[in-house]
């Protein structure tokens, strides 16, 4: 039997970070590479008890099917949330997803054509670059620097479907748009009609201070945002959020009855039972300490460590620092020695879209305890320094 494949399924690759944690289940390997969130840190017993609520008071509803567009109570939960940092939402505009994953996934079936243009940064999150390759764009790399996107860059962008934007301790980089770059960026974009689609799963986890309000709040219905729970409760529930324009939501929400019907109602009500009485305000406050510590951990290592060359910012929030090493250097052909030498990184060529340059990698501190962060980049060092 001969299967004839679909021309799209030939645009799928294996993610470069799921191959790499495959390493990392060698004895004796310190995985500096997933960007799994701390597992010590999940809130087990406030799951357990919610669990319990739920099969308690309403059984049978849970292990039902549910409504395409999500838990009515979790759908109000998440736009009184999206009000309260400026956005102008309400619950008939969220779209509860498998993961926010699956919302990138909805976004380019919704939006993309085969050749269309999809404006993203450069670098940019691995997973968006899967999501929307399967439907067949042409990237457009967005150029910035420490900042993030450069609002003249987009100028790159004009004709395209949507550009895609982490403005919050974005994954690879580690770093934060600040609030003017912010508004200039909306500016830029409204000028040329091109929509925003920004993601926001690390939003929460700031150490300092918290972000500047989303650029979703500027932009109105020129932009969707999309949110997690996997970063904040833990990532096994798989629940995300879409919140899209009026006029575009009916389409997302064709899109995901056609995905899956609708996201598990079971772990939809035990997340609402989870944060419907402030359990966030209480939990995340402990979850940044922990990521706080081990950030100034890798930082401490890195700066020890570390061959002179190197260069590297101190991200604000979120789960890593982004490494530049000497140009000569290549992280891909570097991390079996690396593997070798008892540690994993991801190495920074799998985050662009065109252009990759291969002399830079991505750590992540929040999984690893401080003394193996200590271990681990020290390992590291001792490889680039023997390059």
């Known amino acids: 039997m001969h299967w004839t494949l679909a ?14 944690l495959k ?100 670098p940019t999150y691995l997973g968006a670059l899967q999501a929307f390759n399967a439907y067949e764009p042409e990237f457009l790399a967005i150029e910035g ?7 003249e860059a987009l100028a790159a962008a004009r004709g395209a479907r949507f550009v895609y934007l982490l403005p919050n301790f974005q994954n690879p980089s580690g770093r934060c748009i600040p609030a003017a770059r912010r508004a200039e960026l909306v500016q830029q974009a409204a000028a040329q009609g091109l929509p925003i689609v920004e993601d926001n799963p690390y939003g ?9 309000p989303p650029l979703a709040a500027a932009a109105g219905d020129g932009a969707i945002y999309l949110g997690s729970f996997s970063k ?28 899956d019907l609708h996201t598990p109602g079971f772990n939809q009500r035990i997340v609402h039972e989870v944060v419907k009485d402030g359990f966030l305000a209480r939990h ?14 890798m930082q401490a290592a890195l700066s020890r460590h570390l061959p002179p060359g190197c260069r590297w910012q101190r991200p604000a929030g979120g789960m890593f620092f982004w490494v530049e090493l000497p140009a000569h250097l290549d992280a891909t052909a570097l991390l ?43 390992a590291l060092g001792r490889v680039l320094a023997a390059a």
Not at 290 to 295: D, E, G, L, Q, V
């Open 284 to 297: 995340l406050p402990t979850l940044r300490d922990a990521y706080r510590h081990r950030r100034d951990a």
């Open 23 to 122: 390493l990392t289940e060698r004895p004796g390997v310190i995985s500096l590479a997933g960007g799994l969130p701390a597992a010590d840190a999940f809130p087990v017993e406030a799951v357990r008890e919610a669990t319990a609520r739920v099969l308690r008071d309403t059984p049978r509803e849970a292990l039902q099917y549910a409504a395409s567009e999500g838990h009515g109570p979790l759908r109000d939960w998440v736009a009184a949330e999206l009000a309260a940092q400026g956005l102008r939402v309400d619950a008939g505009q969220v779209l509860i997803t498998t993961g926010s994953q699956q919302g990138l996934d909805l976004v380019g079936k919704v939006l993309v054509d085969p050749g269309s243009g999809v404006a993203v940064e450069s």
């Open 145 to 151: 620097d420490d900042q993030g996107p450069r609002p």
């Open 232 to 259: 904040v409760l833990a990532p096994g529930l798989r629940l995300g959020y879409v919140v899209a324009p009026r006029a575009l939501f009916p389409k997302l929400l064709q899109a995901k009855q056609a995905a």
């Open 7 to 20: 021309r799209r399924a030939a645009r799928l690759e294996p993610s470069a970070i799921r191959e790499i």
């Open 336 to 378: 079996p020695q690396a593997v070798a030498a008892g540690v994993a990184y991801v190495p920074g060529a799998a985050f662009y879209p065109h252009a990759a340059q291969a002399h830079t990698l991505r750590l992540s501190f929040v999984t690893a305890t401080p003394e193996k962060i200590e271990d681990g980049v020290a």
């Open 204 to 212: 929460e986890l700031w150490f300092e201070t918290p972000p500047p």
